[in-house]
């Protein structure tokens, strides 16, 4: 069994700063991609940013420039620094990840999710 939970969220005026983290705990082997996703109400959930084990990144066009992906493997983290924070950023974030419990079998894991609310 794998949990990720998520931290960091918060209420923050337009313009501001947040810091989220994911933290994964469990039967880890070894963790390959790992993404942020948001769902915001009355819309589908999106990929906002990714990373593999390797350090590519991959963002959404409308976060590209204002948030930043990373992870620190020997924490088993992911975080994304969020900037220049808009009222479209209002959502519900999610963390993802694949992880391999042994070296032959790989899950595809989600947190819970932590509110990001971004106010005019």
């Known amino acids: 069994q794998v949990n990720l939970v998520e931290s960091g969220g918060g209420l923050v005026q337009s313009g501001g700063s947040l810091r989220l983290s994911c933290v994964a705990s469990?039967?880890?082997?070894?963790?390959?991609?790992m993404s942020w996703h948001r769902r915001a109400p009355g819309k589908q959930r999106e990929l906002v940013a990714s990373i593999t084990r390797g350090g590519a990144v991959n963002y959404l066009d409308s976060v590209k420039g204002r948030f930043t992906i990373s992870r620190e493997d020997a924490k088993n983290t992911v975080s994304l620094q969020m900037n220049t924070l808009k009222p479209d950023d209002t959502a519900v974030y999610y963390c993802?990840?694949?992880?391999?419990?042994?070296?032959?079998?790989?899950?595809?894991?989600w947190g819970r999710g932590t509110q990001v609310t971004v106010s005019s």
């Open positions: 993802n990840a694949d992880v391999k419990v042994g070296p032959h079998y790989e899950f595809n894991y």
């Open positions: 469990g039967d880890i082997y070894r963790i390959n991609d």
